[in-house]
């Protein structure tokens, strides 16, 4: 049986975990919608026009479905969980409505619409669960082929958000904050660097606050006390994690990047806007002060960490002071790359019924000054390594061609490299070319 899955960036490890179910039963990936068993459509709808784009993908199915009455065609993630009932009148086409929390269902859904038992299958409901216990029991059980995971691995330590920014979906679609019992994540962890893996980034929302909010019963321990953990597993050797709230980043968690060894240098740290005005309609609970002392505080820890960030342009009421005041921002933090996005309404936030709403040419004019500003400084930034020495896990080899990156996550191109080398090897460089975007260099004689 073969699967066609649509993704995006945003919801990677969900759709990673929905090919692993799915695999066990025997699916097969496939690129191609034509000729496909069943086709899912994994969404996600933090930016942009997710909801128009996902009905006009389903729209465009219906052809395919119309010729092939067995195909199977399925939405899952978050429009399906907040537009399950439009999905289900608008496209009756549609077979399968799989929401947020209920992805670990598909394999049971999906076989009793085969079977013909059922002719529809809706799943929407919050109630939290962690999908990845079957997932790493079958793992332990039945080991895969040869390095079938990669070298690197995402590992989820807590779903949902509380923090209701007024700008995001994440605690309309993804529910109430919680965090994953402690043991759970290192018997993930432990499997994975059993089966080759030897990077780790930990995932969640807002991991700075794990287990200090709706615990489960086994977690007693805070963020900095699980990363010691997962980093004294044997044969991890870089560890990261990935979204922190600037409110919660305590003193603790900046000393653990002085004192653990595997925790990269890198840190994404998104502040969204330079201005205080901005900050509070966001609901965001810093100030542009505070978040500047522990960018201060950090960098006394871990003097060359390289700090990341979000950036949101044109939220509802931006003045053009409040967007310079994001740029001084900017120039005084000098971030080493961002993300950044033009405001939009998302569907049932709060700003989505704020008014003064940016027009659309000014957002993206700031969005470009930003971005350019922003690529000048990845230059300078990238340019501060060259003639160091760094450690390069190495991605591919093509060619001789190495793709890797250093512990400050920089991804860095080496000529000459040896075709034995395997990702997941750590080898040294010196650096000798900078570019916006990442660095060249030499592999050391030594190695
Ligand atoms: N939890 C993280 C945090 O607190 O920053 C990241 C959340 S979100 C999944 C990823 C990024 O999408 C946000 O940091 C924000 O910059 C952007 N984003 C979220 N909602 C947005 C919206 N309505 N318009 C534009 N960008 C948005
Ligand atoms: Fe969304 Fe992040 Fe704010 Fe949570 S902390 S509401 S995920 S932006």
């Known amino acids: 049986m073969y699967i066609k899955t649509f993704g995006c960036q945003m919801n990677e490890r969900d759709s990673e975990i929905i090919e692993q179910l799915l695999a066990q039963e025997g699916y097969v990936p496939t690129a ?72 670990y269902r598909l394999p049971e859904m999906l076989e009793r619409l085969r079977q013909r038992v059922t002719s529809k299958e809706i799943a929407t409901n919050m109630e939290t669960s962690f999908v990845i216990p ?78 200090t909010t709706n615990q489960v019963a086994a977690v007693q321990v805070t963020f900095p006390h699980l990363l010691r953990r997962v980093a004294s597993i044997k044969g991890l050797r870089r560890l990261r994690f990935t979204t922190s709230h600037p409110k919660d980043l305590s003193e603790d968690l900046m000393r653990c990047f002085a004192e653990i060894e595997i925790l990269c240098p890198h840190f994404h740290l998104p502040v969204q806007s330079g201005s205080n005005a901005v900050l509070q309609r966001m609901n965001r609970k810093y100030t542009v002060e505070s978040y500047l002392e522990k960018v201060t505080a950090l960098r006394a820890h871990r003097p060359d960490i390289a700090l990341a960030t979000d950036i949101i342009v044109g939220f509802p009421g931006e003045t053009e002071a409040d967007f310079q005041a994001t740029m001084d921002l900017l120039n ?73 990156r250093t512990p400050s996550n920089h991804i860095v191109h080496c000529a000459g490299a040896d075709a034995h080398l395997l990702p997941g090897e750590i080898v040294p460089v010196q650096i000798d070319q900078a570019g916006k975007h990442s660095l060249k260099g030499i592999i050391c004689a030594k190695h």
Do not use: W
Request: glycine fraction near 8%; proline fraction near 4%; charged fraction near 25%.
């Open 134 to 211: 079957p997932f790493q029991k079958l793992l332990a059980d039945a080991p895969l082929s040869p390095a079938p995971l990669g070298f690197k691995r995402f590992v989820t330590i807590m779903q949902g958000c509380d923090n209701f920014c007024s700008y995001c979906v994440v605690p309309g679609t993804r529910g109430r904050e919680i965090s994953r019992p402690v043991a759970d994540i290192l018997e993930e962890v432990e499997i994975l660097v059993n089966q080759g893996v030897r990077e780790i980034t930990l995932l969640g929302q807002n991991v700075n606050s794990y287990g």
């Open 32 to 103: 191609e919608p034509e000729g496909a068993d069943v086709i899912l459509i994994n969404t996600c709808s933090i930016r942009e026009k997710a909801e128009q784009k996902v009905f006009s993908l389903l729209g465009a199915l219906r052809a395919e479905k119309a010729n092939n009455p067995s195909l199977l065609l399925g939405v899952t993630g978050c429009v399906a969980q907040q537009e399950g009932e439009q999905i289900r009148d608008r496209m009756p086409h549609v077979d399968l409505i799989v929401g947020t929390q209920q992805i």
């Open 332 to 404: 005084r933090v000098r971030f080493h790359s961002s993300f950044s996005f033009k405001y939009s309404d998302r569907p049932h936030t709060r700003s989505a019924g704020f008014d003064d709403k940016v027009a659309e040419e000014e957002k993206s004019r700031r969005l470009s000054v930003f971005q350019n500003r922003q690529d000048h400084i990845c230059f300078e930034r990238n340019s501060e390594y060259i003639g160091k020495e760094v450690d390069v896990m190495v991605e591919s080899v093509n060619n001789g061609e190495l793709k890797g």
